[in-house]
């Protein structure tokens, strides 16, 4: 009970985190180029990086993970001038339904908490890479924290499913061996 009150208000605090774009005190084209050269959140999508691309246009800059050239899902930096030396990031992840991998749409929308660990992710990216300082995986923690909370059950099943293939693969092999005894192999 008292964990599930934990992660409500973790989620609420990240959702409230997420809602707001952030203004940064650098003209516009600055921050279109700076976020062009940026690449993804370093450790968010374990040890092994997927594929994407970034480009930009006046109105933002998308970084896209694909895989064999299928987009998976975005991340779109809305960028809209405050004035003259101040512009404002409003941050956007958006899955593509026909995803190689699945319904990434459909799996953001079930996983919102999934959906907000990104989100904070790629918004301590771009606020890194502004702010000319190092990525801060700690400002990531909670949010992967909720995710993982959250989807303990799915890792739990998952573990299970691999551990029960293990022990099947196992005991074929033992019966194996033991056919090939008997037929003196």
Known sequence: MIRRGLIAIAVVLLLSACSRGATYHIPLPEVRRILLATGLPP????TNDPAWKVQGDDDGVTWTIHQDGAEIFHYTAHLKPVDAGN??????????????TGNAAKGMADHPEIRDMYIVAIKERIASALEHRDFQIARVYPALG???????GALRKSADAAAAAS????????EKAYRDEAAGH
């Open 43 to 46: 450790f968010v999508f374990g």
């Open 87 to 100: 512009t404002q990031v409003d941050v956007e992840l958006v899955g593509n339904a026909n995803a190689p």
């Open 146 to 152: 909720v995710a993982t909370l959250e989807n303990m």
């Open 167 to 174: 022990e099947r693969m196992d005991r074929e092999n033992i």
